[in-house]
């Protein structure tokens, strides 16, 4: 796990481009604290850096990597798992040397044997760019579900990328402005997949290269697909396996997927939380590994949003050696608040990755650099809330007896009404885009549909007459491809938009990635395995969410490591109690809108309304609605988020 950047000039570099390099690299020095490292081609116009964190290969493993005759050069963010067996194949196949044990070096063998087909053979979670001479060519790539990030801009004769925004910001010619139609899409949670908050600023997008080819004193460039999240048609799947089929098939490609993921020349630990994802992931590395598991837990000053005690339950049953960290608002607001958003560089709708930040300096204080995650496991196998609501609504044949249906979406209802106003809305909502695009409208977008009414009309006048005729609803509708919805079924529609939108902008930001490698400590999603996708978008729909159990075949397949009472309890949200829970937790965020939401500070920035934000600060105050002050408060945490990403990268 490291962090990358650079740039490529067509023309060639300045005088000063190892400077700038120099100075794009270190702000990635929470990314990779042990070493930084330079490819500087000043004929070429190329400038790669890599800032590294040693988990694999500790003695030999510095970036860049080079292929034999030094004709192609390698820098690569993440993990390639399998890379023993990869390595050994090449060397008996290929013929192939290494120079180093590193699992990064397959890439450029794999790359010289199969072109860009290489990616094809590579397996982990990984961002990494690749400098071809013989065809002058830049590759750079991301994972098939984003779990690194990669981003990139695009100039008049320069192509520069990095793993997070602030080591583009670091070169001078690189614009440091908010996007409005990014801004926008803050405040309603839900990203344009590839689009970022700022101005010209793009992510790669999930299961993507960017193919980048020289012509002449200009470069051209194209983006390829090369995975996607692929349901079958529903007239496709084989229905006629049973679901014993089903859950030994889990069973076989999560061991393997856990078993890989705890390949490290570091020490590995787990993620436990009180859900079935983490409890999964620490009940197999247990019976893995030899010595005991370190089990990292969160422990919420708020019994309605906490899971400590199943989390202890689990460790207690797996004989794990169990880290807990109680967080109040203390922990919560203020300097920790602010450093996750810089590390995020995107705006969240809960603390929950405020508490993740602190949790990975935890982690990182305890002598871990590795942790094995339940990422992902929600949205392969069925886990949300919203999920189950359309299943109900849209993915039930007629032969299901109408009033057991509604009593499962009563008891639903009942379970998740914390959390009415953020993660499911109390009506239903409807966009025509999303109707078109889906045939209804998924319920994990509702809420900030009901969150974007309220959030637009505080904009500044100026920023609201450029978006008149801009439909966010539109742009995240014409953004995912309608091919991969046609003739799928209902919960495989809500799973796939979810997961090309959500999951890469929100679980995999600040609640993965960033706020681990905040304090250089990598995560390793176990589920976001592309085999154990692959296997999981053939389970059939109605054995996902069987009844009114979500995650039915996880279940069964987890059963005998689980505590009785998670193997039956239904999908309960993991969030950080909101604001509006505890008065020292709205003393926390008051504190917050008095340093960076003050009048002069609202007229400095100049994204909002003085007046109409004025009045939306004041019925939020004396809001007493649950529902209400849940949506609320999303919308406070993005308000506040985007002024203080203003004083981060805009203003200084």
């Known amino acids: 796990m490291c962090g990358i950047t650079g740039y490529w000039q067509a023309e060639g570099l300045e005088d000063g481009a190892a400077a700038v390099l120099e100075r794009m690299t270190k702000t990635l020095r929470h990314r990779g604290p042990d070493g930084f490292r330079y490819h500087v081609d000043k004929e070429k116009g190329l400038a790669m850096g890599h800032a590294r964190l040693s988990i694999i290969d500790l003695n030999t493993g510095d970036q860049p990597l080079y292929n034999e005759d030094k004709t192609r050069v390698l820098t690569v963010n993440g993990e390639f798992y399998d890379y023993k067996r990869i390595r050994t194949r090449l060397r008996l196949q290929e013929g192939a040397s290494f120079g180093t044990k590193s699992d990064s070096e397959i890439a450029l063998p794999l790359y010289e044997r199969y072109g860009l087909d290489f990616v094809s053979h590579l397996r982990g979670e990984f961002a990494f760019s690749l400098y071809d001479q013989d065809k002058d060519r830049l590759v750079l790539v991301r994972d098939r579900f984003g779990v690194k990030p990669l981003f990139y801009h695009i100039g008049a004769d320069a192509v520069y990328w990095g793993s997070e925004i602030k080591s583009l910001f670091a070169h001078p010619r690189v614009p440091r402005a908010f996007s409005s139609e990014g801004v926008l899409h803050q405040l309603m949670h839900t990203m344009v997949p590839g689009t970022s908050a700022f101005k010209d600023i793009y992510s790669l997008k999930p299961g993507h290269m960017l193919l980048i080819s020289r012509r002449g004193k200009q470069f051209d460039i194209r983006e390829h697909k090369y995975w996607d999240m692929d349901f079958p048609e529903e007239d496709a799947r084989n229905s006629s396996l049973s679901p014993e089929h089903h859950i030994e098939r889990t069973q076989e490609t999560l061991t393997d997927a856990v078993q890989q993921r705890l390949e490290a020349d570091v020490p590995v630990g787990c993620y436990l939380s009180g859900g079935i994802d983490s409890c999964s992931m620490l009940g197999m590395s247990a019976a893995m590994q030899q010595s005991p598991v370190k089990a990292f837990t969160i422990s919420f000053d708020n019994k309605d949003y906490d899971e400590a005690h199943i989390a202890r339950e689990m460790a207690e049953k797996v004989r794990a050696d169990q880290e807990q960290i109680s967080l109040s608002a203390t922990e919560?607001?203020?300097?920790?608040?602010?450093?996750?958003?810089?590390?995020?560089?995107?705006?969240?709708?809960?603390?929950?990755?405020?508490?993740?930040?602190?949790?990975?300096?935890?982690?990182?204080?305890?002598?871990?650099?590795?942790?094995?995650?339940?990422?992902?496991?929600?949205?392969?196998?069925?886990?949300?809330?919203?999920?189950?609501?359309?299943?109900?609504?849209?993915?039930?044949?007629?032969?299901?007896?109408?009033?057991?249906?509604?009593?499962?979406?009563?008891?639903?209802?009942?379970?998740?009404?914390?959390?009415?106003?953020?993660?499911?809305?109390?009506?239903?909502?409807?966009?025509?885009?999303?109707?078109?695009?889906?045939?209804?409208?998924?319920?994990?977008?509702?809420?900030?549909?009901?969150?974007?009414?309220?959030?637009?009309?505080?904009?500044?006048?100026d920023l609201l007459a450029g978006l008149k005729d801009y439909d966010p609803l539109d742009a995240i509708a014409g953004s995912i491809d309608k091919s991969q919805l046609d003739r799928r079924h209902a919960l495989d529609k809500a799973q796939y938009t979810w997961s090309k939108t959500m999951l890469e902008c929100q679980i995999l930001n600040w609640g993965g990635d960033r706020v681990d490698m905040a304090h250089s400590m990598e995560s390793r999603p176990a589920f976001l395995d592309h085999h154990v996708a692959e296997m999981a978008v053939q389970i059939p729909p109605h054995y996902r969410i069987h009844g009114n159990t979500e995650k039915w075949v996880l279940r069964e397949a987890m059963q005998k490591i689980l505590p009785q009472v998670l193997y039956e309890r239904e999908k309960f949200a993991f969030m950080a109690p909101p604001s509006h829970t505890d008065k020292k937790k709205q003393e926390g965020l008051r504190n917050l809108l008095e340093e960076y939401m003050n009048p002069q500070a609202i007229r400095d920035v100049g994204l909002f309304d003085p007046d109409r934000l004025q009045d939306f600060l004041e019925k939020y105050r004396q809001d007493t609605d649950p529902v209400s002050l849940t949506r609320k408060d999303a919308l406070m945490n993005h308000l506040l988020g985007l002024h203080i990403l203003w004083h981060q990268f805009v203003k200084n």
Not at 432 to 457: C, H, K, N
């Open 332 to 461: 919560l607001y203020g300097d920790n608040y602010v450093q996750t958003l810089w590390h995020s560089e995107r705006t969240f709708y809960n603390t929950l990755g405020v508490a993740k930040f602190c949790m990975s300096r935890r982690v990182n204080e305890c002598g871990y650099r590795v942790v094995v995650t339940g990422e992902g496991s929600d949205e392969l196998f069925g886990g949300y809330p919203a999920f189950k609501r359309d299943m109900l609504r849209h993915g039930l044949n007629e032969g299901h007896d109408p009033e057991e249906v509604a009593s499962y979406q009563k008891l639903m209802d009942e379970t998740n009404k914390l959390f009415k106003g953020a993660i499911l809305s109390e009506d239903p909502v409807s966009h025509p885009a999303m109707e078109s695009l889906v045939g209804f409208t998924p319920s994990w977008i509702q809420p900030w549909i009901q969150t974007l009414e309220i959030a637009r009309p505080l904009l500044h006048g």
